[in-house]
């Protein structure tokens, strides 16, 4: 969907089973564009709900683009195909990111960024309460698939999984990106770097999960080698000359 010029800015929170958080996530969303004052819209992906989620998101005043190809990456791609502002903020259903740090992500993407990373990590200045992130992820996984990145494609942020992020959407739109799961979130910042494109980091504070009775949709395992496959793929392409970084191209 082609930009609208009187929105400003478009929310889109991927989303699958959901219905215990969405509501609060949106009405928190909901607040912080009125607190902003400026035409902004929420869209909600949603990826083959079977609960609730669709129903409650949309008696909320959402937006709602439904997906059936199952992933992250393929919630997310559509969301932000069909997204109508300028700039795109992205976050999750589940609670724990706050949405009321849009404004911090707007601030950075009106000066001139192309792309603009929360950072989680305490390494990029951010915080995470107590329960909100495994021990695995925060001190094995995403430490070291962010120091890989950084090295192999010298990616300018400190935590490469953050799941609120905000972006240009014509910028984002000269990528090719192709990835559907949980992966797509690297790729994403890989390719802006790659393009030269300048990306922006906020510390921001994870908060504790808000879902009592859905289990997170992350699977440390499957998403962590699919991402050092991204990884190394890519590297290996770049150097080949075999990267095809821009769509259509």
Known sequence: MAEDSSVEFS????????????????????????????????????????????????EAGARIIQVSELGYGSALKAGIAAARGTFVILGDADGSYDFGECGRL?????????????????????????????WSHRYIGNPLLTLLSRILFRVPVHDVYCGLRGFIKNDYAQLNLEQTGMSFAVEMIVKFTLAGMPIGEIPIRLRTDGRTQTKSHLRTLRDGWGTLSLLMNTWFKLHRGALVLRSGG
């Open 11 to 58: 929310i889109v929170i991927p989303c699958r089973n959901e219905q215990e958080t969405i509501a609060a996530t949106i009405q928190e969303a909901e607040v912080t564009i009125q607190k902003l004052g400026v035409v902004a819209e929420i869209i909600v992906a949603d990826n083959a709900s079977d609960d609730d989620s669709r129903e409650i998101a949309s």
């Open 106 to 134: 707007l601030e950075v993407l009106r000066r001139g960024n192309s792309l603009v990373l929360g950072c989680r990590l305490p390494g990029g200045g951010g915080s995470i309460e107590a329960g909100a992130m495994p």
